[in-house]
């Protein structure tokens, strides 16, 4: 299908000082692809959905990481799965639970992230054979990761940080959509849907190594954004050396305030459209989504210090299937944003890396589908 690639390789530079993020405030992974799934046939009891999602320079069929300027050659590198369970409590009532385990890589450094999706669905007009449907959906979603890193150097406001490791990155959202599907003809399906939500995003410890003169410290910076550094080898000045440092400061001396650059709440509102088409046993479906974003404190301060925020993101995505017995479809999907991976990622947006997320990114998806039993 097809990958787009961040010029600084993707956001793990974000991920790294990815640290943490505003949350897309946004929509979850796959949103594009929503449609509202009649009673019978597709949506009849269980279901079940597996997909296997990459991006690599095999993928990238249009050498889009190229054109986007010189990175590592792993830069971005993706792979990962999805696994979705659906069940249907009754005519009006069904629930979902999905699961992403997600593996980046860049340079020498590979992040991997968990993301997670609850979600519960209202189908009011819920009548065997309709040819419009509207679901009401309520879902609760997040991403967590034990730590992300990023070993070559990263700029943040004037200071070079080294090393870079973040513990405990995760987001956590609350989203309500409504979601309408309509026939328009006897193979084709059009669908719209609007929705919006909150979004909490929040780190532990910030771990770096930073320079001052001639010497090299590892700090620590916690919650209070204290910063605490020790001396990470001996070091020459004037004409001695010195064995040993620590000092204790205020990170805002290295332009980082923990609560309002990394930690903090945001709004989100998304809508968007899809067009799906069917003939025998071969479907396909093309879908558009648009999020807008309301954050406090952190685009703010991004934009005291210089840096554009990204307040809006695009998506389009594309899935081909393939129905090779009843019940059991086969698919592949494509994905493309228009700002690197902000909103299926919340966290991996903040101080640190809002001006590195202003790149296309995309991955693609081989999966199953089991339904109707």
């Known amino acids: 299908m097809f990958e787009f690639r961040s010029r600084h390789g993707f956001a793990v530079a974000a991920v790294a000082f990815g640290l943490a993020a505003s949350d897309l405030a946004q929509a979850a992974s796959e949103d594009v692809f929503l449609r509202a799934e009649p009673t019978t046939g597709e949506f009849t009891g269980f279901r079940a959905e597996a997909s296997y999602d990459a991006v690599n320079d095999t993928l990238d069929i ?12 792993n830069a971005g590198d993706y792979r990962g799965g999805r696994f979705m369970l659906g069940y249907k409590f009754s005519h009006t009532w069904s629930g979902a639970a999905t699961y992403w385990r997600r593996n980046i890589d860049y340079g ?6 968990d993301s997670w999706q609850l979600a519960l669905h209202y189908d009011p007009l819920a009548e065997p054979g309709a040819r419009d449907r509207l679901i009401f959906r309520l879902s609760l979603w997040g ?15 004037g200071t070079t940080f080294n090393q870079l490791r973040v513990d405990d990155p995760n987001d956590i959202q609350v989203q309500a959509d409504m979601i309408f599907s309509g026939q328009a003809t006897e193979r084709s399906t059009l669908t719209g849907f609007i929705g919006g939500g909150f979004s ?9 190594q930073v320079r001052r003169g001639n010497c090299n410290f590892n700090i620590n910076i916690n919650s209070d954004n204290i910063a ?3 001396l990470a080898a001996p070091c020459r000045i004037g004409g001695s050396v010195l064995q040993e440092a620590s000092f204790s400061a205020n990170a805002s001396q290295f332009g980082l305030d923990v609560n309002k650059d990394l930690n903090y709440t945001a709004a989100f509102a998304t809508i968007g459209a899809s067009w799906r088409w069917k003939y025998e046993r071969f479907s396909t479906q093309l879908g ?23 307040k809006s993101n695009h998506t389009l995505g594309l899935e081909l299937s393939y129905n090779v ?12 944003f228009r700002y690197n991976f902000v909103g299926t990622i919340p966290f991996l947006y903040n101080a640190a890396t809002a001006g590195r997320l202003d790149r296309y990114y995309g991955y693609a998806s081989f999966g199953v589908r089991f339904s109707g039993f």
Not at 62 to 73: E, I, K, M, S
Not at 108 to 113: G, R, V
Not at 200 to 208: L, T
């Open 108 to 113: 020498q450094d590979t992040n991997s992230i």
């Open 143 to 157: 991403d967590r990761s034990g730590a992300v890193s990023k070993t070559s150097p990263t700029q943040v406001r």
């Open 200 to 208: 909490r995003v929040s780190v532990g410890d910030v771990h770096a």
């Open 62 to 73: 249009f050498n889009l990481r190229t054109r986007q300027g010189p990175a590592p050659d």
């Open 325 to 336: 017995v009843k019940n059991v479809e086969l698919f592949v999907r494509g994905q493309a």
């Open 228 to 230: 605490s550094g020790s």
């Open 288 to 310: 558009y989504q648009f999020q807008y974003l309301f954050r406090n404190n952190i685009d703010d301060r991004l934009s005291n210090f210089g840096v554009s925020p990204i």
